[in-house]
């Protein structure tokens, strides 16, 4: 999910940066601090929107910058648990699909693209046995967050199911519904 959050911390300016209006070197500190910054707690920061209030300035000797005391509002990118997104297949390979969700990607296991027995084609195609399905990529698909993992801060794993109603490629949403009694009378 999509937040902004405001966030109040102390924020260092260099001495290099006086010169400037203190509101754009303030900017310019936090847009350079928080550049591809991911945390457990806030997720992954997408950009710095608005410095909100800067309080006064503070230089620590022996270091001749000035630290201030800003709150300042974030956007960030915060996937959780159970979460349905939206997105395009970026990549297929023998083990799954890859799916953009803008600001990262999540991981389809090959078990979890379709409820089917699934195969691999070397044509970057996984295709389902009995529904006939395929998903390659660029193909537009509706999932849901079953795992997310921040072990690696620079690298953090979104896992991915689309086996549950409503979930899938999107042409596969647009189907009829099989009435489950008729489909029983005829085997």
Not at 23 to 48: C, H, P, R
Not at 105 to 114: N, W
């Amino acid at each position: 999910m999509y937040y902004e959050v405001e966030v109040k911390s102390h924020i260092r300016v260099p001495p290099t940066n006086f010169s400037e209006d203190i509101e754009k070197a303030i900017l310019t500190s936090l847009i350079k601090q928080f550049d591809s910054y991911v945390s457990k707690d806030l997720g992954i920061v997408l950009g710095v929107t608005s410095v909100v209030n800067i309080g006064e300035g503070t230089i620590i000797p022996g270091d001749g910058a000035a630290y201030y005391d800003t709150t300042f509002k974030l956007l960030i990118f915060k996937p959780e648990m159970q979460e349905i997104v939206m997105g395009k297949i970026s990549q297929i390979a023998e083990f799954g699909a890859f799916m953009d969700l803008g600001a990262l990607d999540g991981m389809i296991h090959i078990s979890q693209t379709m409820d089917d027995f699934v195969s691999f084609s070397k044509s970057n195609v996984l295709a389902g046995k009995e529904t006939k399905r395929s998903l390659k990529a660029e193909d537009k698909c509706r999932a849901r967050i079953i795992a997310v993992s921040y072990k690696d801060l620079n690298n953090p794993k979104i896992g991915l199911t689309m086996r549950q109603v409503g979930l899938g490629k999107e042409e596969w949403l647009q189907e009829p519904k099989e009435d489950k009694k008729e489909s029983k009378k005829e085997k």
